[in-house]
């Protein structure tokens, strides 16, 4: 058994290449530029948007773990998993997001294609990361100020290496195919109560600052395209709705233990914002 790893590099990839590696599965990263591959991976060059770039990539793979950025279209996805299936591959984990399902959104279309597309599948839908706090909201932590047009709801954040490790077991085995898992962490947790711990175990105050969703748009506007800032809307939307208030014991099953929660994601992540 090969799997094709996609984004390797991102923070459920990486975790997904650490933990095949752990279990000494034979993988091939697929990225745009192999030469950011961790030593000794075997890489190759890769783009959703250059379709050359796919039967390479696929040669001799037997499953895919698939993954793609958050605004991306579905077209190149759905292409490349038709081009993966004539080629043999067997099984594919798809990344998606919490809540999906009774969407239309891009990652939606492409897992309906999945389903219709004679291959054996799971689907990984991960309520909001922890890591989302440690890579693109760390400048802001360190700052001082954690800012979210969220309100006080709460979300069972889920931390990267545990979507990870549902990922390789549906990868690996065959105990998880043609289930989607909706995946969250132990622990019920609103914005103001992470950033306490995070003040507990600095030392120091790191406030919660509400915004609107317009103070929002304005504020990242600049930074990023119309179509991510318009996915980050939406998802942020639900959280105001209340729709990311739920939790679900799938971790546990699928791993056989308890998903890491708020106390130790802080703590190993605390350097990240000294």
Partial sequence: MKILVTTPTGKVGSEVVRALAA?????????????RAPAGEEAVAFDYLKPETWGPALEGIDRVYLASVGDQPAGPEKAFVDLAVSKGVGRIVKLGAAGIENTDVP???????????????????PTWFWQNF????AGSIKAGVLVEPVGDRWTAFVDARDIAAVAVEALA???WTGQILTITGPDRTTRAQFVAEVSRQLGREVRFQDVTDARFREAFEAYLTPSYLETLSALYGWVRAGATEFSTDIVEKVIGRKPIGLERFVSDHLEVWR
Wanted: zero cysteines; hydrophobic letters at 35%.
């Fill in 23 to 35: 279990r000494n599965v034979s993988r091939r990263l697929a990225l745009r530029d192999p030469s």
């Fill in 107 to 125: 990652l939606r279309q492409v897992e309906r294609h999945i389903e219709s597309a004679g291959v054996e599948w799971t689907f990984v839908h």
């Fill in 134 to 137: 440690s890579t693109a909201m």
């Fill in 173 to 175: 085995t065959d105990s």
